[in-house]
Every structure is written in structure tokens, then in C-alpha cells.
């Protein structure tokens, strides 16, 4: 697998999160203290998953790449989709400090954890589809096989190095059920890998 066709990946197993955090924004108006609870989970998963792990190998290591190979940080995809991730990481923040209002079922906390969370779920899926169809095909146009694997290289480091040994697979397998949770038609199998990501196994 090439790093861009990893981080396509990742990016699979965040769209899976994100139909569980959707679902979970609907639940909170009939058990706010449960589905609070839940998306307590998930804003772990978008910190550290999606920000501190995915975004970092974006950050730290494709995109400091493109531009060396001669796309322009300003006016261009690489400017856009940082402001996204910062945009992104803002709206996690506001979900992160209603949250325990929202679990102790106060209304306002309740309206503000759902209103960020729709807003980042719609931001992010924006965010994906631009990177899958924009970003990542004019990246495979202009880095080298080499180029590829050493960032392969790298990315592994940055799954240690960022979230620890072990995290980024538990991650993976909670998209997997909050997506189940859904009821997202999905045919997983543990042993046999997953329809919805293509490659993962959980
Ligand atoms: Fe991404």
C-alpha cells in the first residue's frame, strides 16, 4: 500500500466515525446523558485518530513533501486543507468542553455539543472528498515510488510516536462498531477484513 492509499484509508475508517457521531448528534435530543457519553468516545477518536494521527502525517510529512516538490503552501490545496484541520480541531475543542454539561443533560451544553458535532461532520466530509479527489491524485502525480515508501516509513513512526503502540487498531475497530451502531449496511468480518474500508481488519 502506498502512503497516499494509506492515508485514502484512514480516511475510510474517519467517514465510518463520522456516520457514528451523526447518529449519535440525533440521539442526544432522546438520551443526552447516553449519547453524550458515546460522543465523549468519538471526540477522543477525532482528537487522537483523526488530528493527532492522520493529520499529522498530512502535516508533518505529505504536505511538507508537495511543497518541496514545488506546490505552493499559499493560494493552493495545501493552504486550504490546513485551514481545515485547524477549523476542524476547533470545533472538537467547543465538543470537548460542553461535553460534561451535556452529560449532566444541561440544554445548552446538549445544543452546543450537537451543533459542533454536526458542523465537523459536514467539514470533514467536505475535507475527505477535496483530499481523495484533488489533493491526493495531483500528490501521486508528483512524488516518486521512493518518495512513497519513505513516507510509508514515516507514518509508522508517527502511529507510535503521536498515539502510542496498539491505539490506531482499537481506534479502527470503534469506527467499525459506532458505524454498526448506525446501522450502517457494512459487512464486516473480523478474520476477513471489511467491504466498508476495502483493506482494514480491524
Ligand atoms: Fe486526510
Redesign the pocket.
Known amino acids: 500500500m502506498t502512503a497516499t492509499e494509506t492515508?485514502r484509508h484512514e480516511?475510510e475508517v474517519i467517514l465510518l466515525a463520522l456516520q457514528g457521531a451523526e447518529e449519535q448528534a440525533c440521539q442526544l435530543a432522546y438520551d443526552a446523558r447516553q449519547a453524550a457519553a458515546l460522543i465523549q468516545e468519538m471526540a477522543g477518536f477525532f482528537r487522537d485518530f483523526a488530528d493527532r494521527c492522520?493529520?499529522a502525517k498530512?502535516e508533518k510529512l505529505l504536505f511538507p513533501l508537495l511543497e518541496q516538490r514545488g506546490m505552493p503552501r499559499e493560494g493552493g490545496p495545501l493552504g486550504v486543507m490546513l485551514a481545515e484541520h485547524d477549523q476542524g480541531r476547533s470545533y472538537v475543542r467547543a465538543i470537548l468542553e460542553a461535553l460534561p454539561g451535556a452529560i449532566a443533560q444541561d440544554r445548552d451544553a446538549v445544543s452546543r455539543v450537537r451543533d459542533n458535532l454536526l458542523a465537523y461532520v459536514g467539514l470533514l466530509r467536505e475535507h475527505?472528498d477535496k483530499?481523495n479527489h484533488c489533493l491526493f491524485p495531483m500528490a501521486d502525480e508528483i512524488v516518486s515510488p521512493a518518495d512513497q515508501a519513505g513516507l510509508s516509513a514515516a507514518f509508522e513512526r508517527v502511529e507510535v510516536e503521536e498515539i502510542g503502540a496498539g491505539v490506531h487498531e482499537r481506534y479502527h475497530e470503534l469506527a467499525h462498531q459506532w458505524a454498526m451502531l448506525a446501522r450502517h449496511d457494512w459487512d464486516y468480518q473480523h478474520e476477513g477484513g471489511c467491504r466498508a474500508c476495502g483493506a482494514c481488519r480491524g
Do not use: D, G, V, Y
Open positions: 492515508l480516511h492522520h493529520h498530512e475527505i483530499e
